[in-house]
């Protein structure tokens, strides 16, 4: 079983930062890729930030761009999202995603951490 804990988020104001962090636990053979989701109300879940694992290959959604960081500890399983300058549109639950394999030689999957909320508002 794969466990994602999160933590880093709570209320901001306009123009503030967050930073937050997953850390992967449980028997993952291995770990292709991490990354950050967030679904704000009455939206669709949508990418965020994700990195590759093994050569650090980054991708951002254009509305973060320029704003959010996405780094890896790879030696911690752990993944992290510098979030600066937010804005209020950033306001959402925030997901961590782990893609990978339990044992050598299946397919891969996502998994998913539990949540946490990132509230900017004035």
């Known amino acids: 079983q794969v466990q994602l804990v999160e933590s880093g988020g709570g209320l901001v104001q306009p123009g503030g930062s967050l930073r937050l962090s997953c850390a992967a636990s449980?028997?993952?053979?291995?770990?292709?890729?991490m990354g950050w989701f967030r679904q704000a109300p009455g939206e669709q879940r949508e990418l965020v930030a994700t990195?590759?694992?093994?050569?650090?290959?980054?991708d951002y959604a254009d509305s973060v761009k320029g704003r959010f960081t996405i780094s890896r500890d790879n030696a911690k399983r752990t993944v992290y999202l510098q979030m600066n300058s937010l804005k209020p549109e950033d306001t959402a639950v925030y997901y961590c995603?782990?893609?990978?394999?339990?044992?050598?030689?299946?397919?891969?999957?996502?998994?998913w951490g539990q949540g946490t909320q990132v509230t900017v508002s004035s």
């Open positions: 990195v590759v694992t093994n050569d650090g290959t980054t």
């Open positions: 995603n782990l893609k990978g394999s339990l044992l050598p030689i299946t397919p891969t999957r996502n998994y």
């Open positions: 449980g028997s993952i053979f291995s770990i292709n890729a």
